[in-house]
């Protein structure tokens, strides 16, 4: 009988985890990893392991509001695994659906594309007739991706300068390519 007393007073193993017992962490994921996973098979078949990671995870977190008056842990820990799938269906279902583009010819000869190698090469004819700061801030932005911000911390130049290269040079391509004369630069 008083072996029963003290199991009595242990605390449940949700509030062990809550509590931040490591090893009470490792015994639910023994006792109930079985019961959570068969949950996620049944919901995400193809993305089961990623759903039984946030499982436990939000069961990590959510342990301090379990409350053995109202529910068994089993009971508990099948509802955290529950609302965390159908939050995932449900963000799932919100992305949009994405479609395979079809493949585009990576060696095209010049003769196959004649208006886009024209184009092609009266942009970069533009571009070599900017000023090397133009060109540079240009180059940086479009081909590299930068920002403003982080052109001006690798170039050394102010950022409003940057703007105004950006802007100015801009205006010279375009100038350029629609054959307008007398371009800002």
């Known amino acids: 009988m008083l072996a029963s007393a003290r199991h009595m007073q242990q605390p449940s193993l949700l509030a062990r985890v809550a509590a931040g017992d490591t090893s009470a962490v490792r015994e639910c994921i023994a006792q109930y990893g079985g019961l959570v996973w068969s949950i996620a098979r049944r919901f995400e078949l193809a993305d089961a392991e ?15 509001r ?7 842990e089993a009971a508990f820990i099948s509802m955290i695994a529950r609302r965390r799938l159908i939050d995932r269906r449900r963000t799932r279902r919100r992305r ?3 479609e395979q583009l079809p493949e585009v010819p990576t060696h095209a000869d010049e003769a196959s594309l004649p208006d886009t190698c024209a184009e092609a090469k009266q942009a970069a004819r533009a571009l070599d007739q900017l000023r090397p700061e133009q060109r540079q801030v240009l180059v940086l932005s479009t ?9 001006a911390a ?9 703007k105004a290269h950006a802007r100015r040079g801009l ?15």
């Open 50 to 64: 990623d759903a039984v990671q946030e499982i436990f995870l939000d069961l990590w977190k959510s342990a301090a």
């Open 66 to 72: 379990f409350n053995a008056t109202i529910a068994s």
């Open 96 to 98: 949009p659906s994405t």
């Open 143 to 151: 081909c590299h991706g930068m920002s403003h911000g982080e052109i």
């Open 154 to 162: 690798q170039t050394g130049m102010p950022l409003g300068t940057v």
């Open 171 to 185: 205006l010279s391509i375009r100038a350029a390519l629609l054959g307008v004369q007398g371009a800002e630069s």
